[in-house]
């Protein structure tokens, strides 16, 4: 079994479309544990508020097939797969780390890039799974977390219903 940390984010109907997530995102991945809800900015384009979290699970699925759980996951909350890159989702599912597995292949890079730069991504990690180490850096996510910049990327803590 492998530890995997996924993001899941939505700036459009954003706690019903997240409660829609969690729920299956639990089911589909028994054990997932959750960080807090958090409200933040829309980046790389103008919008409103994104809600994000952080799943983290045990499995024994391979990275690709994760991801296909995941796009239909996107796809029963509304997402449409020829949505463009820099626009509101109904729901976006981001595969962030797979244990130690340093990955650059059409369509998916592991570690993701954007953990580290995103406060919505590393800050919610480093809550659920602080131990849990950078397959590049070396550090773990605490220890990055620790070193961000966050009044620059604040994150507002919000109430989801119970999953």
């Known amino acids: 079994m492998t530890q995997v940390l996924v993001a899941a984010g939505s700036n459009i109907d954003p706690v019903r479309h997240l409660g829609m997530a969690t729920r299956e995102l639990a089911q589909a991945f028994p054990g997932a544990r ?8 829309a980046v790389g384009f103008d919008g409103e508020d994104f809600v994000n979290l952080v799943v983290a699970f045990d499995s024994a699925l391979a990275p690709g097939a994760i991801r296909g759980r995941l ?4 796809a029963h909350c509304g997402r449409a797969r020829d949505a463009p890159k ?7 599912l981001d595969l962030l780390l797979y ?3 340093v990955l650059d292949a059409p369509g998916m890079r592991l570690p993701r890039p954007d953990l580290v730069r995103r406060a919505y991504m590393l800050g919610p990690a480093a809550e ?7 397959p ?3 550090l773990t996510l ?3 977390w620790a070193r961000f910049d ?6 507002v803590p919000i109430e989801l219903p119970s999953q």
């Open 142 to 144: 605490a220890q990055l």
């Open 86 to 92: 820099w626009a509101p989702r109904a729901m976006d």
């Open 99 to 101: 244990g130690d597995l």
């Open 34 to 41: 959750f960080s807090m809800a958090y409200r933040n900015a």
């Open 71 to 74: 796009q239909l996951i996107e």
């Open 150 to 155: 966050r009044h620059a990327h604040p994150l």
């Open 128 to 134: 659920i799974a602080p131990d849990m180490r950078h």
């Open 136 to 138: 590049e850096l070396g």
